[in-house]
Nanobody, 121 residues
């Protein structure tokens, strides 16, 4: 089993920056893709950014050029640097990781508990 713990959300004015962090822990054999999603009430959860184990990244069009996803040296941590924040970025942000544990033959998707990001105009 594995766990994901996020931190770094908060309240910021439009144009400001925040950095989200997510740490994976547990009986982890390997982590392939790590990603950030966000969800606002009444809407589907949407992919914000993703990064593979070899560093390949993908961004949604709405955040491209403003957000940067990266992984720590130990590959079990993922960050989301959010710059030039807009009110429409307000959402609960969730960390996601595709993890192969020592107790499971197949990789499994794990989710963090979510962290609120609020951007005021």
């Amino acid at each position: 089993q594995a766990q994901l713990v996020e931190s770094g959300g908060g309240l910021v004015q439009a144009g400001g920056s925040l950095r989200l962090s997510c740490v994976a822990s547990g009986r982890i054999y390997s982590i392939n893709v790590m990603a950030w999603y966000r969800q606002t009430p009444g809407k589907q959860r949407e992919l914000v950014a993703a990064i593979t184990n070899d560093g390949s990244t993908h961004y949604s069009d709405s955040v491209k050029g403003r957000f940067t996803i990266s992984r720590g040296n130990a590959k079990s941590t993922v960050y989301l640097q959010m710059n030039s924040l807009k009110p429409e970025d307000t959402s609960v942000y969730y960390c996601n990781a595709n993890i192969r544990s020592y107790t499971s033959a197949a990789p499994t998707d794990y989710w963090g508990q979510g962290t609120q990001v609020t951007v005021s105009s």
